[in-house]
């Protein structure tokens, strides 16, 4: 059974930094695509990041490109996403993704979420 | 940026009936749309991808057609466990963009 299980998140002031990681099981996570998507309190959807299997090609949203790190570590099965100079805009519950096809960009396992909470 | 335009925003059904949901792209996205459930308080699924494949698990009553950039959910009967808000997803091009949701309540 897959699984992705994440941790980190919480409350954090403007400007601050966090880290995110979710630890992948039941599948080969060297051969997966892997990512983040992220839901505002009460809003839709948002993708964040991604990168590919070897982690060398990486993938940003405009909204975080600059500030936002994502990364892997293959021998552990873990997906990271670092995360500074956070704004208010940020606060969302942030999910791990698994990509259902190498490179097809499409999310067919879901961490259960964490939430990050940016205070002013 | 490819937008994501989803109608209706929600809408009111009862068990049994046919519901349709549209999402357009801002651009040609050929066949890269895809459809995602979300209960309240639960994570997002995968329904349909592709635009019209149905993935694994996924009761058949859900079907996904067009291309382009028009597109169509359809729960051809409503069961109580199918309440929830849909998303389409474009997987065309960077960014990854969502629609806004279409909540399905009673």
Known sequence: ?120 | DIQMTQSPSSLSASVGDRVTITCRASRNIIGFLNWYQQKPGKTPNLLIYGASTLQSGVPSRFTGSGSGTDFTLTISSLQPEDFATYYCQQSHTAPLTFGGGTKVES
Do not use: H
């Not at chain 1, 998140?9 to 599948?27: D, E, I, K, M, N």
């Not at chain 1, 695509?33 to 090609?57: I, Y």
């Not at chain 1, 190498?102 to 990050?116: E, I, K, P, Q, Y």
């Open chain 1, 1 to 120: 059974e897959v699984q992705l299980v994440q941790s980190g998140g919480g409350l954090v002031q403007v400007g601050g930094s966090l880290r995110l990681s979710c630890a992948a099981s039941g599948f080969i996570f060297s051969d997966y695509w892997m990512g983040w998507v992220r839901q505002a309190p009460g809003k839709g959807l948002e993708w964040v990041a991604n990168l590919r299997q070897d982690g060398n090609d990486k993938f940003y949203a405009d909204s975080v490109k600059g500030r936002f790190t994502i990364s892997r570590d293959n021998a552990r099965n873990s997906l990271l996403l670092q995360m500074n100079s956070l704004s208010v805009e940020d606060t969302a519950v942030y999910y791990c993704v698994r990509d259902k096809v190498v490179g097809a960009s499409l999310f067919d396992s879901w961490g259960r979420g964490t939430l990050v909470t940016v205070s002013s």
